[in-house]
């Protein structure tokens, strides 16, 4: 059965570095998500994306934030400039459609120190 | 606004006896509801939503919109269920999902 996967399952960086947070949603699946969780938290939705644009942020998803299918597979989130309350496991999803079910990744935890 | 609440953060019962996960919502208009699992170590999957009326894995939940309740219940819970339980709600256009801060679920023999 097809999965969402992630990459890494792990990241380290230094406040005020960029990461690139990297899913590969299932392919004929058209909405990908990013949501996150920080630890002892609730899962939150950050962003969702369909045919190359935004479809919906939350005021999580400030400035700092971006998303991009570089190429037919890959979708991903940059933070610009971490912080340390950026710390947190970041989930991505996607969904064959608006409304039907979202299928999870993985996920990556992300440390900023 | 848009909100789950789900009341317990932790639910311990004993192999065999009857489960009941609260989750209350507030929305205006139609609510979409689901409950999604996590397994330890697993990536977070659908477990049932209230559209498609199933029972999966012996769980059914039903929605009341009266008490904006969704809440999830097994007669007879299994070792095999103890996992972290999320209640969600999908805003009105769809493109996003409003999670509930969980319910871990501890099923011991």
């Known amino acids: 059965e097809p999965e969402v996967t992630q990459t890494p399952s792990h990241q380290v960086t230094q406040m005020g570095q960029e990461v690139i947070l990297r899913c590969v949603p299932i392919s004929n699946h058209l909405y990908f998500y990013w949501y996150r969780q920080i630890l002892g938290q609730k899962v939150e939705f950050l962003v969702s994306f369909y045919n190359n644009e935004i479809s919906e942020k939350s005021e999580i998803f400030d400035d700092q934030f971006s998303v991009e299918r570089p190429d037919g597979s890959n979708f991903t989130l940059k933070i610009r400039s971490t912080k340390l309350e950026d710390s947190a496991m970041y989930f991505c999803a996607s969904s064959p459609r608006v409304k039907e079910t979202q299928y999870f990744g993985p996920g990556t935890r992300l440390l900023v120190l | 606004a848009q909100r789950v609440t789900q009341p317990e953060k932790l639910l311990s019962v004993f192999k065999g006896a009857p489960v009941e996960l609260k989750c209350n919502y507030s929305?205006?208009?139609?609510?979409?509801l689901f409950w999604y699992v996590q397994y330890s170590r697993q990536r977070l999957q659908l477990l049932l939503r209230?559209?498609s009326r199933e029972s999966i894995k012996g769980f059914t939940a039903d929605l009341n919109k009266g008490e904006t309740s969704f809440h999830l219940k097994k007669p007879f819970a299994q070792e095999e269920d103890s996992a972290m339980y999320y209640c969600a709600l999908s805003n009105q256009a769809g493109t996003a999902l409003i999670f509930g801060k969980g319910t871990t679920l501890s099923v011991s023999s």
């Open positions: 209230h559209i």
């Open positions: 929305y205006s208009g139609s609510p979409e």
